[in-house]
């Protein structure tokens, strides 16, 4: 598999040792280009992601989607960029105009910067620290300031009431998303993307099969966080339109409701990324042990494999999406406190005990089903003494 390392330091060794430039003029010139590829390519997949909403939305509900501007209806999505970029920018009256216009800036900046993180190749990440899972997490709650900051700014009770239930629902679902990540960095033993990348190298070494149980149910919970960290149905209860007008963004126009509609869209492949890093190996090819085969693999470019896991999980959250409906405001965190963050904090539990005891997938396997017939024999004989019990109460009754 190719290293984009070698062409960075490449470069590096171009600007400092045959160009002769300060270390300090260096460092500017490749943080800036660095900078401009990730908004790049962050403006990019924006557009592939409304394109393909667009069309998996008409698949699952039988229509067809954009099919008259240009060819498939590809250019759609670039002449609503356009009509969104020229529409007037407003600020409400009696608004609060500096956190009116801070709250857009905030949100693009905290998907901007988690964008940052996701790892394309082997040396192509923007963002690789040895906390760097931590920083991911750090980083991508600045959203959350962004959402509560519009509502509060716009002077509107529905805008207000928006912004609480998002801030809300933000706050919840981050803690069993980082719950997933530590039990994940316990299995791998480090907290940098690229180590738990390289961590999931060789035969079926994905965490997903190699942490067994605890690492499924870690990527379960982690999906359905994820989807509600991000606000897509059935968890958009933040713009719920029959009850808000729309949500948050209600009092935002052109450009600036732009950024709230770019940002929720490539939040969701973010989060996506971040699943198919942890727990799919990221770029790492799928090796299966037999020679042959993981040479074949290894011929397919990392970004390749990073593309097409990362797709595949967005297009099961879309899935998710069009088929359910969207839940109300006492499920949506019935779901969370007594759910998802308990199931997320057992399942750290018996990670740990996985790891300290190097129990293997089939002996934890093993111990699982154990528990399980355990359990259910206890359910069928408090079942069975229940019966004689309600038995014997019944013909005591017909005996009186």
């Given at each position: 598999m190719y290293d984009f390392t070698e062409i960075t330091r490449w470069f590096d060794q171009l600007l400092r040792i045959v160009w002769l430039w300060p270390d300090w003029l260096a460092t500017t010139v490749e943080c800036v280009i660095v900078g401009v590829v990730i908004l790049l390519a962050y403006a990019v997949l924006a557009i592939i992601?409304?394109?393909?909403?667009?069309?998996?939305c008409a698949f699952f509900q039988c229509r067809l989607g954009p099919t008259r501007v240009g060819r498939w209806g590809t250019l759609?999505?670039?002449?609503d960029v356009l009509k969104m970029m020229i529409k007037e920018i407003f600020v409400v009256k009696r608004a609060d105009k500096l956190l009116y216009c801070l709250a857009p800036v905030l949100v693009i900046v905290g998907s901007v910067g988690?964008?940052?993180?996701?790892?394309?190749?082997?040396?192509?990440?923007?963002?690789?620290?040895?906390?760097?899972?931590?920083?991911?997490?750090?980083?991508?709650?600045?959203?959350v300031l962004?959402?509560?900051?519009?509502?509060?700014?716009?002077?509107?009770?529905?805008?207000?009431?928006?912004?609480?239930?998002?801030?809300?629902?933000?706050?919840?679902?981050?803690?069993s998303l980082a719950?997933?990540?530590?039990?994940?960095?316990?299995?791998?033993?480090?907290?940098?993307?690229?180590?738990?990348?390289d961590a999931q190298d060789g035969a079926f070494g994905w965490l997903l099969f190699q942490g067994h149980i605890p690492a499924v149910v870690a990527f379960v919970v982690f999906l359905v966080a994820g989807n509600a960290e991000a606000n897509r149905g059935p968890f958009d209860l933040a713009e719920a339109e029959s009850e808000l007008t729309a949500g948050y963004h209600v009092e935002y126009?052109?450009?600036?409701?732009?950024?709230?509609?770019?940002?929720?869209?490539?939040?969701?492949?973010?989060?996506?990324?971040?699943?198919?890093?942890v727990f799919l190996g990221g770029w790492m090819p799928l090796h299966i042990g037999v020679a042959g085969f993981d040479t074949a693999m290894d011929y397919i470019p990392g970004i390749v494999w990073f593309a097409v896991k990362t797709f595949l999980i967005v297009w099961l959250l879309m899935w998710v999406k069009w088929t359910f409906p969207r839940l109300r405001v006492d499920q949506l965190l019935a779901?969370?406190?007594?759910?998802?963050?308990?199931?997320?904090?057992?399942?750290?539990?018996?990670?740990?005990?996985?790891?300290?005891?190097?129990?293997?997938?089939?002996?934890?396997?093993?111990?699982?089903?154990?528990?399980?017939?355990?359990?259910?024999?206890?359910?069928i004989m408090l079942r069975a003494v229940k019966k004689a019990r309600k038995a014997r109460e019944a013909q005591r009754l017909v005996i009186g």
């Open positions: 992601m409304i394109y393909m909403e667009r069309k998996v759609q999505v670039i002449c988690a964008f940052a993180f996701l790892p394309w190749n082997c040396g192509a990440i923007a963002l690789d620290f040895d906390c760097s899972i931590f920083l991911y997490s750090a980083v991508s709650s600045i959203g962004g959402v509560f900051l519009a509502g509060w700014a716009s002077n509107n009770k529905y805008s207000v009431v928006s912004a609480m239930r998002g801030a809300m629902q933000m706050i919840s679902y981050e803690i719950l997933c990540l530590i039990a994940a960095c316990i299995l791998t033993g480090t907290m940098q993307i690229s180590g738990i990348i126009s052109g450009l600036a409701f732009g950024f709230y509609y770019l940002a929720e869209f490539l939040n969701l492949f973010i989060v996506s990324g971040i699943a198919a890093t779901l969370e406190w007594k759910y998802l963050m308990p199931v997320a904090l057992v399942n750290i539990i018996l990670m740990t005990v996985c790891v300290a005891f190097g129990l293997t997938g089939r002996m934890f396997a093993g111990l699982v089903v154990a528990l399980l017939v355990v359990l259910a024999a206890a359910v």
